[in-house]
């Protein structure tokens, strides 16, 4: 899954023209602490209410761009990678940007915790495997099959693309009661497991990762 898969299309934007008091009453009225500024198209930056709450109410905000926040995400880099940002610099939205550094839209926690629910199939009591591979020998019914053969069955499937552009892992998420045969099998077919989690190790793993999240969100 990439960044521009995440992007939220209700996310407000100001731009260096929109008046303190003005920033503050969108970030009262959607609940947020930030919004991206952008201008023309371009994104300038993240201003929060930390910059401007104690600022002449009637000036405008790009008298106070050198403290804006320069955080961003390419639209091809993976949720990993927004999640990261997310943490790292205690953010509640990271906009997303395509090489023109033109701003798409922006992705919060909610987005990523919605990809981690649906995606991973975590209500199914689902385990998880992660193949690497090189493109051109992903083959998905082969994959099933394996499962099939284990009587096992595939509830979600997810491609991330490698750094090398030639390689992907593949995350599958499988119901299964045997983790450790289905594992065998996948082996025995000289697939390449980077990782897997049964379905109680997982969930308590994803457990882990929505506790992580939910701080920036504002339930």
Do not use: W
């Not at 880099?77 to 997310?86: I, R």
């Not at 591979?133 to 499962?147: H, P, V």
């Not at 109680?200 to 969100?217: A, C, G, P, S, V």
């Amino acid at each position: 899954m990439l960044a521009t898969d995440l992007i939220e299309e209700d996310v407000p934007v100001v731009s260096c023209d929109t008046t303190v008091d003005e920033v503050l009453e969108i970030m009262t009225e959607y609940k947020t602490s930030q919004l991206p500024v952008v201008e023309r198209g371009d994104l300038i930056g993240i201003v929060t209410d930390t910059d401007i709450d104690d600022r002449p109410k009637g000036t405008a905000i790009e008298m106070y761009k050198n403290e804006f926040l320069e955080y961003m995400i390419n639209e091809q880099q993976l949720v990993h990678d927004v999640v990261k940002v997310l943490k790292e610099h205690d953010l509640v939205l990271v906009p997303v940007i395509n090489n023109e550094r033109k701003y798409l839209g922006s992705i919060t926690p909610r987005a990523i915790v919605d990809y981690y629910g649906k995606t991973l199939a975590i209500e199914h009591g689902c385990s998880v495997f992660v193949l690497r591979m090189n493109r051109n020998d992903y083959s998905l019914g082969e994959i099933a099959q394996i499962a099939e053969g284990n009587n096992a069955k595939i509830f979600a499937v997810q491609v991330f693309p490698e750094l090398d552009e030639k390689g992907i892992s593949v995350v599958l998420s499988i119901k299964t009661e045997d983790n450790s045969g289905l594992l065998q099998s996948f082996h025995r077919y000289e697939y390449n497991v980077t990782a897997s989690y049964d379905k109680d190790q997982f969930h308590e793993d994803l457990k882990n990762r929505f506790e992580e999240l939910m701080k920036y969100i504002n339930m």
